[in-house]
């Protein structure tokens, strides 16, 4: 039987004028309509799901996450892959509880320990584990002098790159991930973070050529680990998919994105800009080197990331390894001056489309999977307000109690 959702707001299309009073109708799986009560029809013997005090609207889809880290437990990032096996896929699962909860019914991951987000998208798949349904990268790959060697393999040289993004795909890589900026001199964290936030080159424009050719002769899209600099460039013009966070962003830099039609993923706006969970909230904020990195990238990024918004760059936020988070994206991209609109779509459409699932996701629409969320307030006037989900449906079924009884660590 038909499901008829009630809503104080309803929300569509983020690029579209929002209905008040507005009702979205779910058979099955699916939207069957959603608009103005008085342009649809409706049977008084369906089922009424009254979500009359809040906003509905699509629910969120995360461009880059890691399903067994979480920033929460404030420990340098390479310590959680560290932990033995069974804590980090036990950590993972209440990762993925708590994004569900938070309204992410769709997320993209882009490296982890090894088999690990294969296995987690087929128990979501079988229903066997909770979280959004899963797009996956299988391994993600760095050089042997790259960054993030926790949640990374190396892959050096063309050739070997080739044989690595094939096995991948043999495994079920939804997406290629590289690491193609951040090279590391040393095994102990702060030689990871001296390597951090840097323009440096980590693979050659041959390598980066190479790795796209062979991904996209396989059907398979890239996503490029890349904070600026030369190979980010190299990756646009060899038709790169997505850039993942491209802090170190440059004027001539927005006119590439613009060129290529490649994705601006995951910006880190939470670290650079909120002061709660950020970098400033870190140990390392205390060492001079290191602030002094980051705030010159939080000053091209807050320069830089508008204006490509405003030229036409579509832009996908991700919580990347703080979960259930993705609001605190989407306020600080309002807070650089973006409309609620664009960053609204940067957590529905823009994520859909990269995902190449514009077809059935980001919209409520006839045809559509019945992601829904319920929010307080109107998230138009105040995109803050999308921390307050107040019920999710996925595939039309209610996500109910995911975190009770949970630690507040899993909670935002």
Partial sequence: MPIVIKSKLLIVDPEEAPVPGGIAIVDGERISAAGAPATLSVDPAWETLDWSSWTVMPALIDAHAHITANNRFRVPLNVHYELDAATAVLRGAMNLRSDLAAGVTTMRTLGDREDVEKPFQEAIERKEAVGPRLKVCVRALRPGHGTAPFLSFPADGATELRARIRENASRGADWTKLFITNVRDGDTFEDYLRGDLTDIAAYSREEIVAAIGVSHDLGIPVAAHAIGGPAMRWAMEAGIDSIEHANLLEEEDVDLFVKSGAYLSDPNLQLFFDAEVGF??????????????????RERTARHLPEAVRAGVKVCLGSDSTHATLWREARALADLGVSATDAISAVTTNTAEMLGVADRLGRLAPGYLADVIAVEDDPLADVACLRRVRDVMKA?????????????????
Avoid at 281 to 288: A, K, V
């Fill in 280 to 297: 400033e909230s870190f140990e390392t904020w205390r060492m001079d080197w290191w602030r002094r990195r980051v705030e010159r990238a």
């Fill in 396 to 412: 039309g079924e209610r996500v109910e109690n995911l975190l009770s009884g949970a630690s507040e660590v899993f909670s935002d």
